[in-house]
């Protein structure tokens, strides 16, 4: 099993949301096709990854046994978009044992247990068809590609209702710092905003337009 993520690290990254990181970062996040069936979530782990063969779930029902509390699955359904691998029995299952989320390359099934659970899922839809049982075989703790990313085991997974972020180890505690710094001067806008300040006028958007305006023939 991959090395888990330092307990600094996480409390960090907890602080911090997947859209701020997103306006000084392109590298990293996962289709936004890929989205919470949460309305408001927020997770920080270790990726393990599985890849699962279309119609069969046997592997990830057998990682239940592996897995430990704070992981967060990573699910590569080698594209399928129609039977679902994760569903409410998984959830109870995966709640018991404290795992982070999962985050799915592919469907999902019995969207309200995971909503009345409250257990972070990421998937691109929901879907009544199932895997089985079948012993096909697939990969764990392996690279996958998920959402157009290749995410290795071990990678931290940072993951709220706005995406999925996908961050190298040793990148996390500068991203962590930039993301909280950005934050805090965020705040500071908005009190500039509702004191009546223009908004390009504090971006910087309007002297942007204007320098380019003047250097256009």
């Not at 992981?71 to 299952?93: E, F, K, S, Y």
């Not at 099934?109 to 879907?127: H, L, M, N």
Request: aromatic share 2%.
């Amino acid at each position: 099993m991959p090395t888990p993520i330092d307990t600094y690290i996480s409390q960090q990254l907890l602080e911090c949301e997947t859209a701020t990181i997103g306006h000084f970062r392109e590298n990293g996040f996962i289709n936004p096709a890929i989205h919470s069936l949460l309305a408001q979530t927020r997770v920080v782990g270790t990726a393990v990854t599985l890849s699962l063969p279309p119609t069969d779930g046997t592997l990830l029902n057998h990682a239940m046994r592996l897995v430990r509390p704070g992981d967060i699955l990573i699910i590569d359904r080698q594209g399928d978009d129609r039977h679902a691998c994760w569903g409410g029995v998984m959830t109870h299952a995966a709640k018991k044992l404290g795992i982070g989320g999962v985050i799915i390359d592919g469907m999902a099934t019995d969207a309200q247990t995971i909503q009345e659970q409250e257990f972070p899922v990421w998937c691109r839809g929901v879907s009544a068809l199932t895997t089985k049982l079948a012993g096909l075989g697939g990969t764990m703790n392996m690279p996958v590609t998920v959402g157009g990313l290749v995410i290795h085991p071990g990678d931290i997974i940072l993951a709220d209702e706005n995406g999925v972020l996908v961050i190298p180890a040793q990148e996390a505690v500068t991203i962590a710092s930039k993301a909280i710094t950005l934050q805090q001067q965020e705040a500071v806008i908005l009190q500039r905003v509702a004191q009546g300040e223009c908004l390009p006028d504090i971006s910087g958007a309007t002297e942007i337009i204007e320098r380019v305006n003047r250097i256009e023939p």
